[in-house]
C-alpha cells in the first residue's frame, strides 16, 4: 500500500517533482483515517497537526460558515498551516458518505522539508500556483 500511496501523491501538485524517495519518507510517517459522516477534519481558526490527501468519500470545505467547496479523492488540505504554523484557514467537514485520508502530521512534513531544500522549494512554488489560482478566482466573483 505505501508504494500506492507514494504513487498517488507524487501525482498531486504540491508535490510534483518530488523525488520517490521523499515521497516515500512522507508516506513511512503518515496513516489512513477514516472520518465518519459530518466529522469536522479541520476547523478554522485551530492549529494544524497534518496534512491530509483525500483518498475516498468527499469533504465541505467552509470559510466563516460560508461554503467554499467541496473536496474529493485526490484533493488535499492542511499544506498551508503546516508551513507557516498559522491557524487554519477553513473548516473541513466529512461528506455524508464520510472520507477517508491519508494524513502525514507536521513533524514529518517538516522534516521532509528541512532535510530536503529541493522539496521546500518545489512545495513553495506549488503554493504560490494555488494562491494564484485562489486569488484569480477570488477577483473573477468581484
Request: aromatic share 6%.
Amino acid at each position: 500500500m505505501g508504494d500506492d500511496i507514494a504513487t498517488r501523491l507524487g501525482e498531486v501538485r504540491l508535490f510534483a517533482g518530488c523525488p520517490t524517495r521523499v515521497l516515500k519518507q512522507l508516506v513511512d510517517g503518515g496513516r489512513e483515517v477514516d472520518h465518519k459522516p459530518g466529522r469536522e477534519v479541520a476547523v478554522e481558526g485551530l492549529g494544524a497537526a497534518a496534512f491530509h490527501y483525500v483518498m475516498d468519500g468527499s469533504a465541505e470545505v467552509t470559510v466563516g460558515g460560508s461554503p467554499r467547496g467541496e473536496l474529493r479523492p485526490g484533493d488535499y488540505f492542511g499544506e498551508i498551516s503546516l508551513i507557516d504554523g498559522k491557524p487554519r484557514s477553513a473548516t473541513v467537514r466529512a461528506g455524508d458518505q464520510g472520507m477517508k485520508t491519508y494524513a502525514i502530521d507536521r513533524f514529518e512534513f517538516t522534516q521532509v522539508i528541512k532535510t530536503h531544500p529541493d522539496v521546500a522549494h518545489t512545495l513553495l512554488v506549488n503554493v504560490c500556483g494555488r494562491l494564484r489560482e485562489c486569488e484569480a478566482a477570488r477577483s473573477a466573483m468581484a
